[in-house]
Protein backbone atom coordinates (compact mmCIF):
# COMPACT_ATOMS: atom_id res chain seq x y z
CA UNK A 1 0.00 0.00 0.00
CA UNK A 2 1.09 3.54 -1.24
CA UNK A 3 1.79 5.78 2.15
CA UNK A 4 0.84 8.76 0.29
CA UNK A 5 -2.92 7.40 0.10
CA UNK A 6 -3.31 5.07 2.89
CA UNK A 7 -5.88 7.47 4.89
CA UNK A 8 -8.57 6.99 2.07
CA UNK A 9 -9.55 3.58 3.21
CA UNK A 10 -11.86 3.55 6.21
CA UNK A 11 -9.98 3.95 9.69
CA UNK A 12 -12.64 2.25 11.96
CA UNK A 13 -15.26 0.96 9.32
CA UNK A 14 -18.80 1.55 10.40
CA UNK A 15 -21.68 -0.94 8.65
CA UNK A 16 -24.26 1.80 9.80
CA UNK A 17 -22.40 4.84 7.46
CA UNK A 18 -21.66 2.44 4.94
CA UNK A 19 -25.77 1.67 4.80
CA UNK A 20 -26.51 5.26 5.16
CA UNK A 21 -24.15 6.70 2.93
CA UNK A 22 -25.41 3.98 -0.20
CA UNK A 23 -28.45 4.48 0.68
CA UNK A 24 -28.29 8.18 0.31
CA UNK A 25 -26.72 7.70 -3.20
CA UNK A 26 -28.87 5.15 -4.26
CA UNK A 27 -31.90 7.57 -3.46
CA UNK A 28 -30.01 10.57 -4.76
CA UNK A 29 -29.53 8.90 -8.00
CA UNK A 30 -33.46 7.75 -8.61
CA UNK A 31 -34.20 11.69 -8.01
CA UNK A 32 -31.21 12.86 -10.92
CA UNK A 33 -33.72 14.11 -13.18
CA UNK A 34 -35.31 16.46 -10.67
CA UNK A 35 -32.38 18.53 -10.16
CA UNK A 36 -29.61 21.07 -11.93
CA UNK A 37 -26.12 19.82 -12.76
CA UNK A 38 -25.03 22.36 -9.64
CA UNK A 39 -27.31 21.08 -7.31
CA UNK A 40 -25.73 17.57 -8.30
CA UNK A 41 -22.40 18.93 -8.17
CA UNK A 42 -23.25 20.38 -4.51
CA UNK A 43 -24.80 17.21 -3.18
CA UNK A 44 -21.88 15.15 -4.32
CA UNK A 45 -19.20 17.42 -2.61
CA UNK A 46 -21.41 17.80 0.44
CA UNK A 47 -21.52 13.58 0.37
CA UNK A 48 -17.85 13.28 0.01
CA UNK A 49 -17.16 15.67 2.58
CA UNK A 50 -19.14 13.91 5.01
CA UNK A 51 -17.61 10.37 3.67
CA UNK A 52 -14.52 11.94 4.09
CA UNK A 53 -15.12 12.50 7.82
CA UNK A 54 -16.56 9.46 9.17
CA UNK A 55 -15.07 6.88 6.97
CA UNK A 56 -11.47 7.89 6.08
CA UNK A 57 -8.36 8.02 7.85
CA UNK A 58 -9.02 11.68 8.46
CA UNK A 59 -11.06 9.64 11.64
CA UNK A 60 -7.69 8.30 13.21
CA UNK A 61 -6.20 12.12 12.93
CA UNK A 62 -9.20 13.43 14.71
CA UNK A 63 -8.68 11.27 17.73
CA UNK A 64 -4.92 12.11 17.81
CA UNK A 65 -5.32 15.84 17.51
CA UNK A 66 -7.33 18.03 18.16
CA UNK A 67 -7.32 20.61 15.43
CA UNK A 68 -8.20 17.81 13.08
CA UNK A 69 -11.02 16.66 15.10
CA UNK A 70 -12.00 19.86 14.78
CA UNK A 71 -11.64 20.03 10.75
CA UNK A 72 -13.47 16.88 11.04
CA UNK A 73 -16.39 18.64 12.60
CA UNK A 74 -16.16 21.44 10.25
CA UNK A 75 -16.83 18.46 7.73
CA UNK A 76 -20.05 17.35 9.48
CA UNK A 77 -21.36 20.40 11.04
CA UNK A 78 -20.93 22.83 8.69
CA UNK A 79 -19.55 22.53 5.26
CA UNK A 80 -20.85 18.96 4.34
CA UNK A 81 -24.22 19.47 5.14
CA UNK A 82 -24.21 22.91 3.76
CA UNK A 83 -23.67 21.74 0.49
CA UNK A 84 -26.04 18.70 0.77
CA UNK A 85 -29.15 20.74 1.46
CA UNK A 86 -27.97 23.08 -1.45
CA UNK A 87 -28.35 19.67 -3.42
CA UNK A 88 -31.40 18.23 -2.52
CA UNK A 89 -33.99 18.14 -5.19
CA UNK A 90 -37.66 20.12 -3.99
CA UNK A 91 -39.64 17.68 -3.90
CA UNK A 92 -38.30 15.81 -1.22
CA UNK A 93 -38.72 18.58 0.98
CA UNK A 94 -41.90 19.29 0.22
CA UNK A 95 -42.47 15.32 1.12
CA UNK A 96 -40.88 16.33 4.30
CA UNK A 97 -43.36 19.54 4.94
CA UNK A 98 -45.72 17.01 4.97
CA UNK A 99 -44.56 14.79 7.96
CA UNK A 100 -46.68 15.67 10.97
CA UNK A 101 -45.95 14.38 14.69
CA UNK A 102 -42.93 14.59 16.67
CA UNK A 103 -40.22 14.25 13.65
CA UNK A 104 -41.75 17.34 12.44
CA UNK A 105 -41.49 18.98 16.26
CA UNK A 106 -38.25 17.90 16.39
CA UNK A 107 -36.60 19.60 13.06
CA UNK A 108 -38.72 22.92 14.11
CA UNK A 109 -36.26 25.88 12.75
CA UNK A 110 -35.33 27.50 15.46
CA UNK A 111 -34.64 24.38 17.60
CA UNK A 112 -32.43 23.16 15.04
CA UNK A 113 -30.35 26.64 15.95
CA UNK A 114 -30.39 26.35 19.36
CA UNK A 115 -29.11 22.94 19.46
CA UNK A 116 -26.71 23.81 16.51
CA UNK A 117 -24.73 26.01 18.87
CA UNK A 118 -25.75 23.93 22.03
CA UNK A 119 -24.36 20.28 20.47
CA UNK A 120 -21.12 22.57 19.57
CA UNK A 121 -20.74 23.59 23.39
CA UNK A 122 -22.00 20.29 24.90
CA UNK A 123 -19.20 18.09 23.25
CA UNK A 124 -16.46 20.77 23.75
CA UNK A 125 -16.84 20.84 27.05
CA UNK A 126 -13.44 19.07 28.63
CA UNK A 127 -15.35 17.09 31.17
CA UNK A 128 -17.66 16.19 28.05
CA UNK A 129 -15.12 15.32 25.54
CA UNK A 130 -12.35 13.56 27.74
CA UNK A 131 -14.91 10.09 27.87
CA UNK A 132 -16.41 10.99 24.63
CA UNK A 133 -13.00 10.42 22.58
CA UNK A 134 -11.97 7.39 24.70
CA UNK A 135 -15.25 5.73 24.57
CA UNK A 136 -16.85 4.91 21.04
CA UNK A 137 -20.33 4.83 21.48
CA UNK A 138 -19.65 7.97 23.18
CA UNK A 139 -17.67 9.12 19.67
CA UNK A 140 -19.86 7.85 17.46
CA UNK A 141 -22.68 9.53 19.21
CA UNK A 142 -21.42 12.73 18.81
CA UNK A 143 -20.39 12.37 15.14
CA UNK A 144 -23.98 11.40 14.65
CA UNK A 145 -25.63 14.30 16.02
CA UNK A 146 -23.31 16.58 14.95
CA UNK A 147 -23.84 15.59 11.75
CA UNK A 148 -27.62 15.32 11.62
CA UNK A 149 -28.22 18.30 13.40
CA UNK A 150 -26.40 19.89 11.00
CA UNK A 151 -27.95 18.48 8.08
CA UNK A 152 -31.33 19.94 9.59
CA UNK A 153 -30.13 23.65 10.36
CA UNK A 154 -28.35 24.08 7.03
CA UNK A 155 -31.74 22.63 5.28
CA UNK A 156 -34.35 24.77 7.34
CA UNK A 157 -31.84 28.05 6.69
CA UNK A 158 -30.93 27.62 2.84
CA UNK A 159 -33.78 26.44 1.13
CA UNK A 160 -36.93 27.98 0.29
CA UNK A 161 -40.05 26.84 1.94
CA UNK A 162 -44.08 27.24 1.19
CA UNK A 163 -45.56 29.50 2.98
CA UNK A 164 -45.99 29.35 6.60
CA UNK A 165 -43.91 25.54 6.66
CA UNK A 166 -40.37 27.69 7.47
CA UNK A 167 -38.95 30.81 8.48
CA UNK A 168 -39.27 33.65 5.63
CA UNK A 169 -35.95 35.07 4.42
CA UNK A 170 -35.27 37.60 6.95
CA UNK A 171 -35.56 34.78 9.67
CA UNK A 172 -33.28 32.56 7.79
CA UNK A 173 -30.87 34.68 7.62
CA UNK A 174 -31.65 36.13 11.41
CA UNK A 175 -30.69 32.11 12.50
CA UNK A 176 -27.46 31.93 10.80
CA UNK A 177 -26.58 35.46 12.23
CA UNK A 178 -27.24 34.11 15.34
CA UNK A 179 -25.06 31.40 15.75
CA UNK A 180 -22.26 32.80 15.12
CA UNK A 181 -21.02 34.90 18.03
CA UNK A 182 -20.74 32.48 20.14
CA UNK A 183 -18.83 30.20 17.98
CA UNK A 184 -16.52 33.19 17.76
CA UNK A 185 -16.03 33.18 21.58
CA UNK A 186 -15.72 29.55 21.85
CA UNK A 187 -12.73 29.38 19.10
CA UNK A 188 -11.32 32.44 20.95
CA UNK A 189 -11.12 31.48 24.60
CA UNK A 190 -9.96 28.04 23.41
CA UNK A 191 -7.02 29.80 21.40
CA UNK A 192 -6.16 31.83 24.03
CA UNK A 193 -6.08 29.06 26.03
CA UNK A 194 -2.58 29.46 28.18
CA UNK A 195 -3.06 25.37 29.33
CA UNK A 196 -4.03 22.19 28.07
CA UNK A 197 -7.96 22.22 27.77
CA UNK A 198 -8.01 18.58 26.20
CA UNK A 199 -5.18 15.97 27.47
CA UNK A 200 -6.62 13.14 26.15
CA UNK A 201 -5.06 13.76 22.54
CA UNK A 202 -1.19 13.72 24.77
CA UNK A 203 -2.99 10.54 26.43
CA UNK A 204 -3.45 8.90 23.56
CA UNK A 205 -0.20 10.31 21.25
CA UNK A 206 -0.54 14.00 18.97
CA UNK A 207 0.23 13.52 15.67
CA UNK A 208 2.55 15.79 13.81
CA UNK A 209 4.30 16.89 16.25
CA UNK A 210 2.66 19.28 18.02
CA UNK A 211 2.60 20.23 21.38
CA UNK A 212 -0.61 20.83 23.01
CA UNK A 213 -0.66 24.68 22.92
CA UNK A 214 -0.08 24.60 19.09
CA UNK A 215 -2.65 22.28 18.76
CA UNK A 216 -5.51 24.25 20.51
CA UNK A 217 -4.35 27.10 18.76
CA UNK A 218 -4.91 25.81 15.58
CA UNK A 219 -8.33 24.44 16.84
CA UNK A 220 -9.67 26.90 17.85
CA UNK A 221 -8.80 28.86 14.35
CA UNK A 222 -10.87 26.17 12.53
CA UNK A 223 -13.74 26.21 14.82
CA UNK A 224 -13.78 30.26 14.50
CA UNK A 225 -12.32 30.76 10.94
CA UNK A 226 -14.36 28.07 8.74
CA UNK A 227 -17.58 27.79 10.28
CA UNK A 228 -18.11 31.54 10.21
CA UNK A 229 -16.88 31.41 6.21
CA UNK A 230 -19.58 29.23 6.16
CA UNK A 231 -22.52 30.74 7.72
CA UNK A 232 -21.56 34.21 5.69
CA UNK A 233 -21.77 32.35 2.12
CA UNK A 234 -25.32 31.18 3.41
CA UNK A 235 -26.40 34.82 4.27
CA UNK A 236 -25.24 36.05 0.77
CA UNK A 237 -26.73 33.25 -0.78
CA UNK A 238 -30.25 33.75 1.05
CA UNK A 239 -29.86 37.58 0.51
CA UNK A 240 -29.16 37.35 -3.00
CA UNK A 241 -32.05 35.13 -3.64
CA UNK A 242 -34.44 37.39 -1.55
CA UNK A 243 -32.70 40.30 -3.94
CA UNK A 244 -33.95 38.75 -6.97
CA UNK A 245 -37.34 37.92 -5.73
CA UNK A 246 -38.02 41.60 -4.90
CA UNK A 247 -40.01 43.25 -7.86
CA UNK A 248 -37.69 45.84 -9.89
CA UNK A 249 -39.05 49.30 -9.21
CA UNK A 250 -40.91 51.25 -11.33
Known amino acids: MEPGWWWLLPY ?8 VALAAAAWYLRCAGAVTAGQRWCFWSGFACMYVALQTGLDYYAEHAFFMHRLQHVLLHHLGPFLL ?3 LPADALERWRAVRGWPRRLCH ?11 LLFWLLPAVHFPAMLDWRLYRLMNWSI ?4 LLFWVAVLRAAAPGACPAAGQRIAMMLAVVPLQIAVGALIFLADR ?3 PVYSLC ?4 GLDAIADQQLG ?3 LWLPGVMVHMAGVLLVAGRLLRASPAPA
Open 12 to 19: DVSPTVLA
Open 85 to 87: ALG
Open 109 to 119: PWLTALLFNGL
Open 147 to 150: ALNG
Open 196 to 198: DLY
Open 205 to 208: GRVF
Open 220 to 222: GLL
